[in-house]
C-alpha cells in the first residue's frame, strides 16, 4: 500500500494596507487593495479564501515606516509602500463572523504592548474566532518604530532576549493561570468562576516584572499557534524554542531544504518533534488557462509594477539607502541591526542597484509562478518534495484575482494529485494543522509554565 501524499498547507499572504509586496499593483484597474479599510474588503476575501480551502490568511504588519530610501518616505508615501498601514487585529472578527474554519495569523511585535494586556487581546480573538488565532511573533527591526514611542531600537539578538521572557510571561497567563474547570456557570450556586482554580502569576526577569491574573477564562487554544520568520542564527533558536510554523525566503530548492532541516534541527534540541514545525516559504503566482494567458496577464502586471518601490521596502530590511549608489556601484553590505539574513544573502550575491531593481520588477522578493495550472503545479510540488517546505504563503499580486485565478485554477490542480485536501477537517487553526487536539502539546516549552495539577495533552 503506498502511503499518501504530503498535503501543501496553504496561507493567503496580505497585509492591512494597500502596498504589501509585490508593490505598485495599486495602480492596476482591476485591483481592490485600496479599499483595505473597509470590512466589505477583507470579508469578501475571507469567504473566498474558505471556498479554496485555505488553511488561514497570514497578515503581515509593521509599527514605523521604511524611511532609509533616499532618507525619507518620499517613494513610500507616493507608492503606498506598506503607508498607511491599519491594525491586523480589528479586522479579524469581522472575517471569523463569515467564515468557520479559515484560520488568522496576526502579526504583531513583541515591543508594542505589554504582556499583561496582550494576552487578553490574544485570549479574546480566541475566543471570538473559536480558536482560529494564530501569533506571528515578530520582535520588529525599524528604527522609526521605536523612535515613535521615544525609545531606541535594541541589537538584534537583545530583541529575541526580550521575546524569550515576553513569552515566558504569556505562557504563565495563558496555560498556568486558569484550570480548564475553573468556569463553572453555576447558577443555583452563584459561582461563575471557581476562585481556588485561578491564581496570579508572579515573574520577575531581566526585562519584565508581571504580577496578576490572566483576565481571560480558557480559549479553545489557551496559547494561539505560533508563527515566527527570523532567519538568522539567533532567530532559528528561537524558533526551535518556540514556533510552530517558520516563514522563511529562499531563492532555490536547496536553500530552502538547508533552511527547514537547520530550523528542525533547532527543534530537536529543544526537546521536540521535527515535525513539531510546519515550515513556508512565500512565493506569487499568475495562473492562466494556458501559459500564453499567463505570461500575457504578467506582462500586463509589470507595466503596473513598481521597482523602485520594492527597493524603498529593500532598503528598510536591510537598512542601506540603495539611492546613494549608482546602479552598478557596488554596494557595502555590512551585518547591521535590521533584517540580517536579507543582508546576507544580498551580500552573497554581491548585488548591484541594477541586479535589485532587475529582480523587483513585481516589486516583490519571492519565486513567481507563472503558467498553467499544470505547471504551477508541477512547481509546488518540486518545493515540497526537493525543498522539503511544509507549504506556501501565497502573495498578492493584484486583489482579488491573485487569489480567486489560484483557486479556480490551480487548487484542483492540486486536488487532483492528492497533494491538496477537499475538505477541512474539524477543530481549531492548530487542530487542522498537527491532527494532536487544541492545545500546545506536553513537551513544548510552554509545558513548563502549565500549573503542575492540571493534565496536559501528550
Not at 209 to 216: F, I, P, R, S
Not at 371 to 386: C, M, P, R, Y
Not at 392 to 408: W, Y
Not at 411 to 438: C, H, M, V
Request: with cysteine; charged share 25%; glycine share 10%.
Amino acid at each position: 500500500m503506498t502511503s499518501p501524499r504530503k498535503q501543501i498547507r496553504l496561507n493567503a499572504f496580505n497585509m492591512n494596507c494597500v502596498g504589501h509586496i509585490n508593490h505598485g499593483l495599486w495602480t492596476h484597474p482591476r485591483d481592490r487593495s485600496g479599499e483595505y479599510n473597509t470590512l466589505r474588503y477583507w470579508t469578501d476575501q475571507a469567504k473566498l479564501l474558505e471556498r479554496g480551502l485555505f488553511d488561514g490568511l497570514f497578515i503581515a504588519d509593521i509599527l514605523g515606516v521604511y524611511d532609509i530610501y533616499g532618507g525619507g518616505i518620499d517613494v513610500t508615501a507616493r507608492e503606498a509602500v506598506q503607508l498607511p498601514v491599519n491594525d491586523p487585529t480589528l479586522i479579524v472578527p469581522a472575517m471569523a463572523a463569515v467564515t468557520e474554519h479559515l484560520g488568522f495569523g496576526i502579526t504583531l511585535n513583541v515591543f508594542a504592548e505589554a504582556p499583561y494586556t496582550f494576552a487578553r487581546r490574544i485570549s479574546t480573538l480566541d475566543h471570538l474566532t473559536g480558536g482560529r488565532v494564530g501569533w506571528n511573533i515578530v520582535t520588529g527591526y525599524l528604527e522609526s518604530a521605536h523612535r515613535g514611542r521615544g525609545e531606541a531600537l535594541p541589537a538584534h539578538d537583545r530583541r529575541y532576549d526580550y521575546a524569550d521572557e515576553y513569552l515566558e510571561v504569556l505562557y504563565k497567563l495563558w496555560e498556568g493561570s486558569w484550570d480548564d474547570d475553573a468556569v463553572r456557570r453555576d447558577r443555583e450556586a452563584r459561582v461563575f468562576s471557581d476562585p481556588d482554580k485561578i491564581r496570579s502569576i508572579s515573574h520577575r526577569g531581566e526585562f519584565l516584572a508581571v504580577d496578576g491574573y490572566h483576565l481571560c477564562e480558557p480559549s479553545p487554544q489557551r496559547t494561539p499557534v505560533l508563527y515566527q520568520a527570523g532567519a538568522s542564527g539567533r532567530g532559528r533558536a528561537f524558533a526551535g524554542r518556540h514556533a510552530e510554523c517558520v516563514f522563511i525566503s529562499a531563492r532555490d530548492k536547496p536553500s530552502a531544504r538547508e533552511a527547514v532541516r537547520a530550523i528542525r534541527a533547532e527543534a530537536v534540541a529543544a526537546g521536540r518533534d521535527p515535525q513539531d514545525v510546519k515550515v513556508f516559504i512565500g512565493i506569487a503566482a499568475i495562473p492562466g488557462r494556458t501559459r500564453a494567458e499567463a505570461e500575457d496577464k504578467r506582462d500586463q502586471y509589470l507595466r503596473y509594477a513598481s521597482a523602485e518601490a520594492g527597493l524603498a521596502h529593500f532598503s528598510a530590511s536591510t537598512g542601506i539607502d540603495f539611492a546613494r549608489y549608482g546602479l552598478d556601484e557596488a554596494i557595502p553590505y555590512a551585518p547591521g541591526n535590521a533584517i540580517q539574513s536579507a543582508t546576507a544573502a544580498a551580500a552573497k550575491r554581491g548585488l548591484t542597484k541594477r541586479d535589485l531593481l532587475a529582480e523587483m520588477g513585481l516589486g516583490g522578493r519571492y519565486a513567481v509562478l507563472t503558467g498553467d495550472a499544470t505547471s504551477i503545479a508541477d512547481e509546488l510540488q518540486s518545493w515540497v518534495e526537493e525543498g522539503e517546505v511544509d507549504g506556501f504563503n501565497l502573495s498578492r499580486i493584484v486583489v482579488p484575482e491573485s487569489f480567486s485565478d489560484f483557486i479556480d485554477l490551480v487548487i484542483p490542480a492540486l486536488q487532483d494529485r492528492g497533494l491538496y485536501k477537499t475538505a477541512y477537517a474539524p477543530g481549531s487553526l492548530r487542530g487542522k494543522l498537527f491532527g494532536e487536539g487544541n492545545r500546545l502539546p506536553a513537551r513544548h516549552a510552554a509545558n513548563a509554565f502549565r500549573h503542575a495539577d492540571r493534565p496536559v495533552p501528550a
